[in-house]
């Protein structure tokens, strides 16, 4: 089956632009999450939709935002862009269930952004 | 909540072994590991729940002590395919959804 597609992969901004990224989940996965990965500082959580409804929020400023759709599939918007905001966004997709240990990642293999 | 890995680093020859470790701070009902090639997604290793349950992948095993909070990848007369980085990662969140993921150990693995 198809894994988890994203795009675009490569993009470059200016800082005070904004970007939208997309991430098409496994077809049956009704989680997508958001992951920042820098060098310094691993993988970060974005944030986590299920059914259209935002369930979890990492630690990030509002310029980060996300939504998903009817057919499970997620776009993450940045706004304001700041040089920090460099990095690679890795999108994930699960089944989405709550019980413990019972969702294993699929990731994609990343949008990396470069904002100069 | 970011769970802490150590080694941060390893280098190992084709054949040697080689240990990953992975704590946190906060009490652990599960932990996942997963694998990153160099430009390439991370990969799902295994996932270990509580009760002190090992796991295996291949020659890849892995331990969780859940009184401890800790995990241990274990890789066994390792690979050249074995290189990458490794993380270990905990659930977290209202759902369990929101993953925590350790810093990652960079494994190199020379002929």
């Known amino acids: 089956k198809a894994g988890v597609t994203q795009t675009p992969r490569y993009l470059i901004k200016t800082r005070g632009q904004q970007v939208t990224l997309s991430c098409s989940p496994i077809s049956g996965h009704r989680s997508v999450s958001w992951y920042q990965q820098t060098p310094g500082q691993g993988l970060q959580f974005l944030f986590e939709y299920f059914s259209e409804t935002q369930r979890n929020k990492g630690n990030f400023p509002g310029r980060f935002s996300g939504r998903q759709f009817s057919n499970s599939r997620s776009e993450m918007n940045v706004s304001t862009l700041e040089l920090g905001d460099s990095a690679l966004y890795l999108c994930?997709?699960?089944?989405?269930?709550?019980?413990?240990?019972?969702?294993?990642?699929?990731f994609g293999a990343g949008s990396r952004l470069t904002v100069l | 909540q970011q769970p802490v890995q150590s080694p941060q680093a390893v280098i190992l020859r084709e054949g040697e072994d080689a240990v990953i470790n992975c704590s946190s701070s906060?009490?652990?009902?599960?932990v996942h590991w997963y694998r990153q090639k160099h430009g390439e997604a991370p990969v799902f290793l295994m996932i270990?729940?509580?009760?002190?349950e090992q796991k295996g992948h291949e020659k890849i095993s892995a331990s969780f002590n859940e009184k401890k909070q800790q995990s241990s990848l274990y890789l066994t007369a390792s690979q050249l395919s074995y290189s990458g980085t490794y993380f270990c990662?905990?659930?977290?969140?209202?759902?369990?959804?929101?993953?925590?993921f350790g810093t990652g150990t960079s494994l190199t693995v020379i002929p």
């Open positions: 994930a997709s699960s089944l989405g269930g709550t019980l413990s240990g019972a969702n294993v990642l699929t």
């Open positions: 990662g905990t659930e977290g969140g209202s759902t369990g959804n929101q993953f925590y």
């Open positions: 906060k009490a652990l009902y599960s």
């Open positions: 270990l729940l509580k009760g002190g």
